[in-house]
């Protein structure tokens, strides 16, 4: 496995982390973190939506 696989993988985890908490205690761990849609609260959806798209990448390798 390629080492970007792994880093969207990783941040997959985050963001599936991420939304069970909002879920289920109303919780969003990364504007706890870092505020309400500061720049790097942004940063890190985007970095985690880009993950999710190349984790659809991963469902079809064929490695």
Do not use: C, P, Q, T
């Amino acid at each position: 496995m390629k080492i970007i696989d792994k880093i969207a993988l990783v941040l997959i985890s985050i963001g599936a982390i991420n939304w069970g908490l909002i879920g289920i205690f109303n919780f969003n761990l990364v504007e706890a973190i870092f505020g309400g849609l500061s720049v790097i609260s942004r940063i890190i959806y985007i970095l985690v939506g880009v993950s999710g798209l190349w984790g659809i990448k991963l469902i079809f390798n064929r490695d």
